[in-house]
């Protein structure tokens, strides 16, 4: 049976794995199976699959970080993955999207929407593998047909020795025609009379010592070492006498490894010739004329070799004169301008340059970046002395303009990265704290209510003592007065005034319903303080903002009361569903601001109503407000007007945070010298 593809299924439960795995295979494709995402990891190194079905929640590595490496892996990148979860809240599937998913399916699985979806990524992955195969195919293509119709003669070799490439001008030149040559290891055979490697073949072993041994005026290339050069009479060369200048140059893949090596030959009989016949009829110039020879090879494989090596640099090279007129360029001014080189010479570069849209000031310092608008490229310019080499006077400059567009784009990146990566890491460590203080305050409440109540207890009972011990003294006193008689009677009464008994008893009650009441109030500071803390708050419920308010006000009393008179004007509003925890800290950060911005001595309003189905809270304070270029900042992270060290510019931005989480909206007015006001708008829900 023919299969429709191969499917990787990754979930770590075996009831889901084995109904996946059914379904697909009575849909006609192969299933492998993994239940962690480490197996996973270790299945596609060994095999790609055409699709993979992932579990978000794994043993080990999770759902998204499989994700995140198969994506960022240029093999796997283009495997379609598609996730697999009961997770279905908005920021689970955008968690997974920022991951690289290519698809969702919400458990427990549809089996017609499964094979549906797979069906159509797989189809969708298998047309852009077919594009990508199209294109390669053109490029090779045109780079083959690029070579092999080349005026100069050129053969290439592949990493084996084997010819894969025999051009039309190598064909006149050989005699041998390319459906001859390519495929065979006889490169050999057109130049010599038995088996011997050419340049090529010296170039792919690496070998290049023993160059010497079969090419005595062999040299390395001044570009590249790698490449070798050569030149030489051949007798019977496609049976002709040819004299040929040849080199060889290694061709390697993006991953440093050599792939081909392209030897190109150039027919320089004519001069050869006529060099022969030079040295014949002057025979005795015949040394000087082979010195001056050898210098002008030299000279003319030097400016030859050099003017492709300028012609090869992407960087805008330009030798100008005294008067900033181009004496010289490399092809890279032609590209830019689209002007032939014999119509730049001559010209002011600077004019030159502005006409095709990049201005360059005057004087324009070494090292500044230039913008080109109509590319949106970037340009790093530089500016040296040339001298004359005879007068060594300064005869002109080379102006320099490097492309520095990649590199400008990554750093942006790069910055902008690591601005969110801050902020991130500062925000998981502001709520990481917040959240610890949470824990801290709900334990030291629950430690206190522990002891606070045995105390209230004990105040209670000791009251009820108290009042018997009373009863009993006076009943004590008057039964002793009329048994032992009126002198007895007084030494009670003197020993009862010396001893204040009436006013220890008076006191004693007076100092238990005091204690009462301190007991009363830690009661109510501990019972806001769990209130506050609400550890247990992980999900959002019905809550009373009132409440949350009230619960704030009591744990920041502290923070307000030396510095502002605290008016409470909380209306009647509805319960809403929220995160009380969160809230809270809303509220507080809005509290502490407000008395932090106070001076000396001020008042804080917080209002509360209800309107329009929303929930509206208010806190309002006489401190020293803020000018509206501050005001448009307040809620950006890390943006503080305190001094450094007294705030992290994150508790606005905190806040600014959980309120649009709940679907809200905070704003804020201000006015230097009188005061700020923020309004936070929450949704009935």
Not at 676 to 682: E, I
Request: glycine content about 6%; proline content about 3%; some cysteine.
């Amino acid at each position: 049976m023919q299969k429709n593809g191969k499917v990787l299924v990754v979930d770590d439960t075996r009831l889901s794995m084995e109904f996946m795995a059914d379904c697909l295979c009575r849909a006609g494709y192969d299933v492998v199976k993994a239940y962690s995402g480490e197996e996973a990891l270790e299945i596609v190194e060994a095999a790609l699959p055409d699709l993979i079905l992932l579990d978000i929640i794994l043993p080990g590595i999770d759902g998204y970080t499989v994700t995140e490496r198969l994506k960022n892996n240029e093999k796997t990148r283009i495997i379609p993955i598609v996730l697999v979860t009961s997770l279905d809240k908005l920021e689970d599937k955008v968690k997974g999207l920022e991951a690289g998913a290519d698809d969702f399916l919400t458990k427990p699985v549809n089996q017609a929407e499964l094979t549906a979806r797979i069906r159509s990524l797989i189809k969708l992955k298998r047309l852009q593998e077919g594009i990508l195969e199209n294109a390669l195919k053109e490029e090779k293509d045109f780079t083959g047909n690029l070579i092999h119709n080349a005026t100069v003669p050129i053969f290439v070799l592949d990493a084996n020795h084997e010819i894969i490439i025999w051009n039309k001008a190598c064909e006149e030149l050989t005699g041998f025609t390319a459906a001859d040559m390519i495929g065979t290891s006889r490169q050999w055979q057109p130049f010599y009379d038995q088996k011997r490697p050419t340049l090529s073949d010296i170039v792919i072993d690496g070998n290049l010592e023993i160059a010497a041994q079969f090419y005595p005026h062999y040299s390395q290339s001044i570009i590249n070492p790698h490449c070798l050069q050569s030149e030489g009479w051949f007798t019977s060369l496609g049976g002709k006498a040819r004299y040929l200048f040849f080199d060889a140059a290694p061709i390697y893949n993006s991953a440093g490894k050599l792939v081909a090596v392209i030897e190109t030959l150039r027919d320089m009989t004519m001069r050869a010739k006529a060099e022969v016949e030079l040295r014949k009829s002057r025979a005795e110039l015949l040394d000087k004329h082979e010195q001056l020879q050898s210098l002008f090879l030299l000279v003319e494989g030097a400016k030859t070799e050099w003017e492709n090596t300028m012609d090869c640099i992407g960087d805008i090279v330009i030798l100008t004169d005294t008067g900033e007129r181009i004496k010289r360029c490399n092809k890279a001014l032609q590209t830019f301008t689209g002007i032939a080189y014999g119509e730049l010479l001559g010209r002011n570069w600077q004019e030159l340059l502005s006409l095709n849209g990049l201005h360059t000031p005057s004087p324009c310092a070494p090292g500044a970046e230039l913008f080109h608008e109509p590319s949106g490229r970037w340009f790093v310019f530089n500016s040296y002395p040339f001298m004359n080499s005879s007068s060594h006077l300064v005869s002109g400059a080379v102006i320099t303009l490097h492309n520095n567009t990649e590199v400008k784009r990554f750093t942006s990146e790069l910055e902008k990265a690591y601005s969110e990566l801050q902020l991130t890491q500062a925000k998981v460590i502001q709520q990481e704290k917040m959240a610890s203080i949470g824990q801290l305050a709900a334990g030291v409440a629950h430690e206190i209510n522990n002891p606070m109540g045995f105390i209230s207890s004990n105040l209670n009972s000791l009251v009820k003592y108290m009042e018997r011990l009373t009863d009993f003294i006076h009943t004590q006193s008057k039964a002793i007065e009329s048994l032992e008689g009126e002198k007895l009677a007084q030494e009670l009464l003197d020993k009862r005034k010396a001893l204040k008994i009436d006013y220890v008893i008076n006191d004693t009650r007076e100092l238990i319903r005091e204690s009462m009441d301190g007991a009363e109030r830690v009661r109510t500071i501990v019972q806001n303080l769990k209130s506050f803390s609400r550890v247990d708050d992980a999900e959002s419920k019905p809550a009373d903002i009132n409440e949350c308010i009230t619960s704030t006000i009591n744990i920041v009393w502290n923070e307000l009361k030396y510095k502002a008179s605290l008016v409470r004007e909380l209306g009647a509003i509805p319960l809403t569903r929220c995160h009380p925890q969160q809230i809270n800290q809303v509220f507080m950060n809005l509290l502490v601001n407000a008395a932090q911005s106070i001076d000396k001595q001020g008042e804080i309003i917080v209002r509360t109503w209800h309107e329009n189905g929303s929930i509206y809270a208010q806190v309002t304070d006489t401190g020293s407000g803020m000018p509206p270029t501050v005001l448009k900042q307040i809620f950006e992270p890390f943006f503080t007007t305190k001094e450094i060290g007294k705030g992290t510019g994150l508790g606005l931005s905190i806040t600014y945070d959980i309120v649009k989480k709940h679907n809200g909206e905070i704003t804020a007015t201000s006015e230097v010298g009188k005061g700020t006001t923020f309004t936070v708008r929450l949704p009935v829900l």
